[in-house]
């Protein structure tokens, strides 16, 4: 078995990038972990596929992976504070739309996030719908995460 983690920030993943993550995980007998404030289960069946449960209190998954996840790991969260957590530990990164992020893209995408959060507290609608997740993101997340598993894969 290859020696990393594939976390799941499991609350907020879509079930097509869950989907992705366990057959691809399945298919090269790789560890998978959700984590989230409830049980989620699986809809691939694996022994190396497991879920952390964590207190309902704010940010207590995040500390947990940031707690458990070693520096091969991978981590998939829509969380971008979370994400600038892991990028500063040196732990690989992406979100859901195959984006993985780094110290040249996480501050810029804070501050963005900062700017519509702001724009949307006074009214203002930004045109962004990152509620929708459809086949397009599915298979942008696919490819990447296809090439950050190999890259891992062959690291090894």
Known sequence: MNDFTIWVDADACPKLAKN???????KSNLKVTYVANRDIPFEIQSENFT???CPKTSGSADDYIVDHAKKNDVVVTRDLPFAKR???KNICV??????????????????ERELNLQLVSIG????????SYDKKEAALFADSFSKI????INLN
């Open 94 to 111: 992406m979100n859901d739309r195959g984006v993985v992020f780094d110290f040249k893209n996480i501050i810029p995408l804070l501050k």
């Open 20 to 26: 992705i993550i366990l057959t691809s995980a399945k």
């Open 149 to 152: 598993i190999s890259e891992k």
């Open 86 to 88: 892991l990028v500063e």
């Open 51 to 53: 879920c952390a449960v």
């Open 124 to 131: 203002v609608n930004c045109g962004k719908k990152y509620n």
